[in-house]
């Protein structure tokens, strides 16, 4: 008894000593997380943004099925770019299509692989948003004499942005998270930050398990945006 | 003012006009009765091209509307249209409904068509409403501003889709004598209605519709007091 009582202390001893050193680790090198979920953060927001500007063009392209040749390319935008993984569009995108146009940067293929994926499930939020305002909406305005741009821009988008703006917030969770699939591409985002203090540290528990609290605490804070939004859109 | 002139209308395989002709002239007030599903909105909405027809012309003013290469956005201009529900732009004030088509179309400065638009408002009944929302509205007065709204574009002949349908009943007196005073001032009006007291009291000539087409038309008293069709016999004595 009295001899395994110190071996117990042992095992014991050299587990805190490692949490220890898997919190030493994570402290010291906590300001290169930080500055890789930065870069995830910029990456997310101008993919979006870019996104937001496709989206509109393709889910507007996507209602005028009268015009066979763009709401033909804007159906095939949209179906490949959702019936792909970001994966592979990333992948070809910086392999195989960019390099035929001169030198692009990882972070520019990124944010242009992101962009277009984005810009499609955008398009889509964008149509839905615009079929769910009442037709005789359309119709009071082109009665007035309107075209059919004025009234999508001075009636129908304005009513439209209150349906579309909760989905968006949806989409750009789901784009923060997927950005992390640039790592593979060398983008030094969060996740390429965490393979990286990995393979010095071999401390997964620890090093993967901060960039996960990290990634958590983006979307949640961005989730409780979208809740206050949904509440002042909802009151107004 | 406007002639139709044998007018074919198809929803799919379903025939909706089947052939209609009817003109209305200057300053005159036309009334369409008829049963539900008879054509008679489609009628209306085929005028100002919210419907394209499968064959026959619409003249407005001479000029065939259902040609492609007619600009219909300054037609429209000239054609104002009342809803069965409104359509008023929820997003905007009494007032910025009034205005919008104004200053976005025509280019009128925002004074000047602010100054119009009070005046209509006025004119209406609704001037202090001017600064509240659509939904603060009732039925009655959402109406009311809607026709504000389209006369705002000072157009040259109305129509007016089943304008009182949708109010309750206590509503309806209000908005037919908006309707009474535009028709006293001359305007020429085309009016879808189920209220055969307007219709008698107010129309020039009424057009009984059914089944896609106009199967009598006369002046109201011929039409209520004496109706030849045996269909229109029918539908006055349901009515009435």
């Not at chain 2, 012309?57 to 219909?72: A, F, H, P, W, Y």
Request: one cysteine or more; hydrophobic letters at 45%; a neutral charge.
């Amino acid at each position: 008894m009295s001899h395994v009582m110190p071996g117990l202390f042992g095992i014991n001893f050299i587990q805190t000593l490692m949490e220890i050193n898997g919190l030493k680790l994570i402290t010291s090198n906590l300001d290169v997380l930080l500055l890789g979920a930065l870069v995830t953060l910029e990456l997310t927001a101008l993919a979006v943004a870019f996104g937001m500007i496709l989206g509109l063009i393709f889910g507007l392209a996507k209602l005028s099925p009268q015009r066979r040749l763009i709401y033909g390319i804007a159906t095939f935008y949209i179906d490949f770019f959702r019936g792909t993984p970001l994966f592979v569009q990333i992948l070809l995108l910086y392999f195989g299509i960019l390099p035929m146009f001169g030198h692009v940067g990882d972070f520019s293929a990124a944010v242009i692989a992101c962009s277009l994926n984005s810009g499609a499930y955008i398009a889509e939020i964008v149509r839905a948003g615009i079929q769910a305002i009442d037709k005789g909406q359309m119709e009071a305005g082109r009665s007035l004499g309107m075209t059919h741009g004025q009234t999508m821009w001075y009636i129908i988008l304005p009513q439209a942005y209150k349906v579309v703006i909760p989905p968006l917030i949806n989409e750009f969770i789901a784009m923060l998270k997927d950005t992390s699939l640039v790592s593979l591409i060398g983008v030094s985002e969060l996740t390429l930050r965490g393979k990286l203090l990995y393979s010095v540290s071999y401390n997964a528990a620890w090093v993967w398990g901060t960039v996960a609290i990290i990634y958590f605490i983006m979307t949640k804070l961005l989730a409780m945006l979208g809740d206050y939004v949904e509440r002042r859109l909802a009151t107004e | 003012m406007i002639e139709v002139k044998n007018i074919h209308k198809n929803f799919g395989s379903l025939e909706v006009l089947k052939g209609v002709s009817c003109y209305i002239a200057p300053r005159e007030v036309v009334c369409v009765i008829g049963p539900s599903g008879s054509g008679k909105s489609t009628l209306l909405r085929c005028v100002n091209q919210l419907e394209k027809v499968n064959s026959g012309q619409i003249l407005i003013d001479g000029e065939d509307v259902t040609q492609s290469r007619v600009n219909i956005d300054r037609i429209r201009e000239q054609v104002g249209m009342v809803f069965q529900h409104f359509n008023l732009f929820p997003h905007k004030t009494t007032l910025d409904n009034v205005t919008l088509a104004p200053i976005k179309i025509k280019g009128i400065p925002k004074e000047e068509a602010q100054e119009n638009a009070r005046n209509l408002l006025r004119k209406v009944g609704l001037l202090d409403k001017a600064n509240v929302y659509p939904n603060q509205l009732s039925g009655g007065q959402k109406q009311r501003v809607a026709i504000a709204r389209a006369l705002a574009m000072q157009p040259k002949v109305m129509l007016f889709d089943e304008p009182t349908s949708a109010l309750d009943p206590e509503m309806v007196g209000e908005v037919l004598e908006v309707m009474k005073d535009l028709a006293r001032e001359g305007m020429t009006m085309m009016v879808v209605t189920h209220e055969m007291g307007f219709a008698r009291e107010v129309g020039h000539r009424v057009l009984f519709m059914d089944e896609g087409k106009i199967m009598e038309e006369g002046s109201p008293e011929q039409i209520f007091d004496n109706p030849r069709n045996e269909r229109t016999q029918s539908f006055l004595s349901k009515v009435l």
